[in-house]
């Protein structure tokens, strides 16, 4: 037996007025234009998620348009450990890298400096997701970034978003091949200089037997700064927590450390 739904994530047509905005917003600035915003997937404290009918030439049905609300700025955003484990963008435009703290904290000041640090974090996330997209990982097929809008492949259907592993109860035979296509899909953004760094139960979508990676908005680059080995960790942790209800047991300390030697090396602490 396949996964049941234990809760369903709320759907209605509130908020219609927004979803016009979001259709105005989607009809100005992407080629393919002409969608229409079905229902609200999602409303959360820092972005609602719309389903959308998707223009044809897109090749899929329907699209996510994930919005974040205005001048947004994550409080965990602002931890230092991610903000100087990427590439972010100053009021200019210029890219400020990693190690440039006064030039992060300057930029920081002003309303239109944080505006471009918000867009330059939403930039990130869709440039992630397209990274890893392109290597095959088990991510949304992102289609645009518009501002504080990212479009992408929509999973589940009309009505009826795929639900978070979160909110399903797995099938005994499906958690270990579900546990391994996981760790699969962290290994590849490993390999690929990205990790998800705010993985869990409920960043990933469960739909029809599969499972979809989400949310890469805290992603990090452990080119950039290896302090991010403790994130890299933390994600196999609770990936691992959350199979071992299924019986999954594996020892996430070795997987941490086997994972990381591969692809970056040394572990930070014992280098
Ligand atoms: N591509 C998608 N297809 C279907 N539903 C999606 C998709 N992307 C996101 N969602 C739904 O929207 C929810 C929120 O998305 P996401 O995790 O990316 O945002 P978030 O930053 O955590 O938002 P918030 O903090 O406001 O909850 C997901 O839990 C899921 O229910
Ligand atoms: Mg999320």
Not at 46 to 56: G, K
Not at 61 to 68: F, G, N, P, R
Not at 85 to 110: C, F, I, L, M, Y
């Amino acid at each position: 037996m396949k996964a049941a739904l234990m809760s369903s994530a709320g759907c209605t047509n509130r908020r219609m007025k927004s979803g016009r905005a979001v259709r105005h917003l989607i009809q100005r600035c992407w080629r393919p234009g002409a969608i229409d915003v079905l229902h609200e997937a999602h409303g959360g404290k820092e972005a609602t998620v719309y389903c959308c009918q998707a223009h044809p030439s897109t090749g899929v049905e329907y699209l996510a348009a994930k919005i974040y609300r205005p001048r947004m700025f994550r409080s965990l955003r602002n931890d230092a450990i991610y903000r100087f484990s990427r590439v972010q963008r100053d009021e200019q435009g210029q890219a400020e890298h990693g190690n440039s703290r006064r030039g992060s904290a300057a930029t920081r000041k002003t309303e239109r400096g944080r505006a471009a640090q918000v867009a330059s974090w939403i930039e990130y996330e869709y440039q992630t997701q397209r990274l890893l997209y392109a290597h095959g990982a088990n991510v949304p097929r992102p289609f645009a970034q518009i501002g504080n809008a990212v479009l992408m492949e929509y999973i589940g259907a009309v009505g009826d978003p795929a639900p978070r592993l979160n909110d399903v109860m797995l099938a005994q035979e499906e958690a270990q091949p579900l546990f391994e296509c996981i760790l699969r899909n962290v290994e590849l953004a490993l390999s690929h200089g990205r990790i998800h760094a705010d993985l869990s139960a409920y960043n990933v979508l469960y739909w029809q037997g599969t499972v979809t990676l989400i949310d890469f908005a805290q992603a990090v680059d452990p080119y950039h700064n290896s302090d991010v080995f403790s994130l890299f960790a933390r994600d196999i942790e609770r990936t691992c927590q959350y199979f071992a209800r299924y019986g999954v047991n594996r020892d996430a300390h070795e997987l941490v450390r086997k994972i990381w030697t591969y692809h970056m090396g040394p572990i930070p602490e014992l280098a």
